[in-house]
């Protein structure tokens, strides 16, 4: 039995988008026909990837791997402490860094993020996949709430979008020892929006990897992962067989076992054929 674990925005699906290629679905189904268990590995909250769930996933890794699930069985929570998501807003909003909570079921964002992201779009209108993600959900209204309407809901990650690095340095300075400042790359260069998330240091993809291999009896060698961005970095690095798309960033393709076509390719489907998952 091999455990593979699925990025969703880039990887399973399009950015921003709930339905995965039917091809994908195909490979999937046929993988668990064959006895393998497949999950969803995601910097999502559970709410904006439950759409997916209607599939059938063997479990969940949610926000970055801060809260996991085999079958309905949770088997880590994590959330931030309260202290730690408000001393974070407070230092990224004193430079201007536009912010979104991330909860459980839902997330609170700047109200003007939108605008922000528009005006900000490179000289095709789009940026990598965690940036697309966002424009569709706010487009969408994904479970995204206003900032103003916060109310203390735990978090377990802030995600960051601004301009220039130096609008991170205070909150850096006050939260890198615990949180992990994870920058996505930008592949096009007039894209002006420098996007990523703030990741507590106790969990990553990776680790959420190891925690379901633990629960489960598996050992890390039977499991593959896909990816595309570079908040998929440890589990690339953790899995016994690691799968970049196409699509995906320039530094994960470098350390991936395998590079598939894209999504819009059915490369999904096509990396399980070759490894004959299905």
């Not at 999502?44 to 890794?61: A, C, E, H, T």
């Not at 006050?174 to 002006?192: C, G, M, W």
């Not at 420098?194 to 925690?211: A, F, H, P, Q, S």
């Amino acid at each position: 039995m091999k455990l593979i674990f699925l990025d969703i925005d880039g990887t399973l699906t399009m950015p921003g988008s709930n339905e995965p290629p039917l091809s994908a679905l195909e490979a999937i189904r046929a993988a668990q026909q064959k006895g393998h268990k497949v999950f969803l590995c995601s910097g999502r909250n559970p709410g904006m990837l439950s759409p997916l769930l209607q599939y059938g996933f063997d479990g969940v890794i949610a926000s970055a791997g801060g809260y996991i699930t085999v079958g309905d069985e949770v088997i880590y929570d994590m959330p931030m402490t309260k202290e730690e998501s408000e001393l974070a807003v407070e230092k990224l909003h004193e430079t201007g860094v536009f912010c979104t909570i991330e909860c459980k079921d839902g997330a609170f964002g700047d109200e003007n993020l939108g605008a922000f992201l528009e005006s900000n779009a490179g000289a095709d209108g789009k940026g990598n996949s965690e940036i697309e993600r966002w424009r569709k959900a706010l487009a969408s209204s994904l479970h995204i709430r206003p900032m103003g309407e916060y109310d203390g809901t735990p978090a377990y990650k802030v995600v960051i979008m601004c301009l220039h690095p130096e609008q991170l340095v205070p909150a850096r300075e006050a939260l890198e020892d615990k949180y992990n400042f994870v920058i996505q790359e930008i592949t096009d260069p007039s894209h002006r929006c420098i996007n990523g998330e703030l990741i507590n240091r106790k969990y990553d993809k990776g680790r959420g990897v190891l925690r379901v291999c633990e629960h489960l009896g598996v050992p890390v060698e039977d499991t593959i992962g896909f990816g595309d961005s570079m908040n998929d970095l440890e589990m690339i690095e953790t899995v016994g067989t690691s799968v970049c798309m196409a699509n995906g960033a320039e530094a994960l393709k470098k350390i991936s076992d395998i590079v598939c076509p894209s999504v819009e390719e059915d490369g999904m489907a096509k990396a399980f054929a070759q490894l004959g998952l299905c």
